[in-house]
């Protein structure tokens, strides 16, 4: 009687057992629910970040390098204009063709400082300043230039070549919201813009924490399948795997693009600036120069004015020493640099249209693989829970 009842338990406890529900179906749709939720989450993280770096890229490059390089450059022309003043006008000629072009050269390149301005109100108040004291200081190269041509005022000529010179480097070139200041807060926004969060690598570091999830779960519905369904490896999960690796190939590269336009700032951007530097330096030397000569040979009294001279002559002196360095590194010499400064500034130009080239290709390629996880994330786990269904049914 105790044999009947106790085979009579087993069995009705095997009945109840196949009455009881898996748990197969709910760990399935879990696994699937978390491997499109991490799908999308990498797939728009990388978008996110693609955007907004190029974003940082796109102006740090077309605007805010250029609004730098063209203060830079402005800086250099002025220096220019004036040497050239100072040499032909006590000549009796009118400022040479050279100092007419330098003065166009300078104009247009503050002109493009204003488009490309990233350093808001640190930027604009220079250059409302410059505008207007390169006015002032036109005007008396002009003042100059008639007082050489009257007989017996070359002493007037030589004290408004003085005024002009002391105006060009007291208050245009350095001095409060100068041209110093300009270059200053273009390089800040610069810096700025290269510090970005949105361009810092670390950013790019935590994104491969969701793509090694998103590995991780494939990893764990694989061997899901393999436990419960005695299914070997999943053809469409297999390939939802290959898909990541190839997101974060895509990613991989626009990461790999922003370092090449970092390295393109620090490396022929830089060189463009400091071989400017140098240059102006020079230009400056043999200006004020010139300008201490012809303060000596027009007024012996002027012992004040002679010396301010010769000190700015010798403070371009050891700037241009100072410069020299970064001119060899360059693989240059004094006598090239504006052929140095050309040949860099294509380099930066060429790196930097590099590091943009492919962007919007990179974008599709990331929508197109994160929509293609997610339908063969659908496709893999589809058949074995329909098979459930069926089984419920």
């Known amino acids: 009687m105790s044999v009947i009842v106790q085979a009579t338990s087993g069995t009705e406890r095997a009945e109840r057992m196949d009455r009881a529900p898996s748990t197969t179906p709910v760990l399935l749709r879990r696994l699937r629910a978390a491997l499109v939720a991490l799908a999308l989450l990498a797939g728009g993280t990388a978008l996110l970040l693609t955007i907004e770096a190029h974003a940082v890229i796109s102006s740090a490059g077309e605007h805010t390098a ?76 002009e003042q100059a230039d008639a007082h050489y041509r009257l007989p017996g005022e070359a002493g007037f000529g030589v004290a408004d070549l003085w005024f ?31 510090s970005s969060p949105w361009a810092s690598p670390w950013l790019f570091a935590g994104w491969m924490i969701a793509a090694l999830a998103l590995l991780g779960t494939l990893v764990t519905a694989q061997r899901q399948f393999y436990l419960r369904l005695r299914r070997m490896l999943s053809k469409y999960l297999t390939l939802a795997a290959a898909t990541l690796i190839g997101l974060c190939l895509v990613t991989g590269h626009v990461i790999a693009a922003e370092r090449a336009f970092d390295s393109a700032q620090s490396g022929p951007l830089a060189t463009v600036v400091a071989l400017q530097d140098a240059q102006t330096a020079s230009t400056d030397q043999q200006g004020q120069a010139e300008l201490a000569k012809l303060v000596t040979g027009t007024c012996a009294q002027c012992s004040t004015e002679r010396d301010e001279a010769d000190a700015l002559a010798k403070s371009d002196a050891t700037a241009l020493t100072g410069a020299r360095p970064a001119v060899a590194r360059a693989g240059c010499t004094m006598s090239r640099i504006p052929g140095c400064i050309t040949d860099q500034q294509s380099t930066y130009d060429a790196d930097a249209i590099a590091a943009e080239a492919g962007n919007t290709r990179s974008l599709l390629l990331m929508v197109a693989l994160t929509a293609l996880l997610v339908l063969l994330t659908f496709l893999g786990f589809r058949r074995h829970l329909d098979e459930y269904r069926y089984r419920s049914a």
């Open 66 to 141: 250029s609004a730098v390089i063209q203060a830079y450059a402005a800086h250099e022309a002025l220096a220019d204009a004036d040497r050239q003043a100072v040499k032909t006008i006590p000549l009796g000629a009118w400022p040479s063709g050279q100092y007419q072009d330098d003065i166009a050269a300078a104009e247009q390149s503050l002109e493009q400082v204003a488009e490309n301005n990233a350093a808001g109100a640190s930027g604009s108040d220079p250059l409302q300043l410059i505008e207007g004291l390169l006015t002032s200081y036109t005007g008396l190269i």
């Open 164 to 194: 002009a010179s002391e105006l060009m480097h007291g208050q245009i070139l350095t001095g409060t919201d100068s041209l110093a200041d300009l270059q200053s807060a273009e390089q800040s926004a610069l810096t700025a813009q290269r």
